[in-house]
């Protein structure tokens, strides 16, 4: 990543996440989303993954994004995301298939509030990387506030 990259990567804000609806195709026998890369989402996807079974309490996340971006979906089922720019936080309940949170990197989030049966499908702009996520609150709290 270029350092102008980085600097938006560490001045990205909670306020910059946003609910995306995605066209529903209603009909008598059930809903159709489609989505596609140059159409509904603002990069292109390389990587599309789920979370699923999720034990009744448990907590997904703790964890930032360098480069990272993610439109993120309860495909069933519900669930809440808190996201953390350091200084504000704001929690999303996302609980339809069809309006997805768009994440940009540099967000601390936490998953929780998993309904029973809830399935979380994430769309990414990035195929896995390890060295891109940033998993102690502390030291992406020093990444974001770090010039
Ligand atoms: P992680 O992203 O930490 O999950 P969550 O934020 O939902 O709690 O990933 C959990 C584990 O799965 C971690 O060891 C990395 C691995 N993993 C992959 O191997 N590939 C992937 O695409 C993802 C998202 C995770």
Redesign the pocket.
Same mark, same amino acid.
């Given at each position: 990543m270029n350092s102008r990259n980085t600097k938006m990567t560490k001045q990205t804000s909670v306020f910059d996440c946003t609910l995306v609806t995605l066209e529903k195709n209603h009909q008598e026998k059930g809903n159709l989303t489609v989505v596609t890369n140059n159409h509904n989402i603002p990069f292109e996807i390389k !990587?599309v =993954?789920y @979370?699923y079974d999720i034990p009744g309490g448990e907590e997904?996340?703790?964890?930032a994004h360098k480069e990272l971006q993610q439109l993120i979906f309860a495909l069933s089922g519900s669930f809440d995301i808190t996201v953390d720019d350091g200084k504000s936080k704001r929690t999303f309940f996302l609980s339809r298939p069809n309006i997805g949170l768009l994440m940009p990197p540099g967000l601390w989030?936490e @998953?929780n509030n998993f309904s029973s049966g809830s399935i979380?499908v994430?769309l990414?702009s990035q #195929?896995?990387s #390890?060295s891109d =996520?940033i !998993?102690d609150y502390q030291e992406f709290k020093d990444y974001k506030f770090s010039i």
């Open positions: !990587r =993954y @979370l997904r996340g703790a964890h989030r @998953l979380c994430v990414a #195929e896995y #390890e =996520y !998993r």
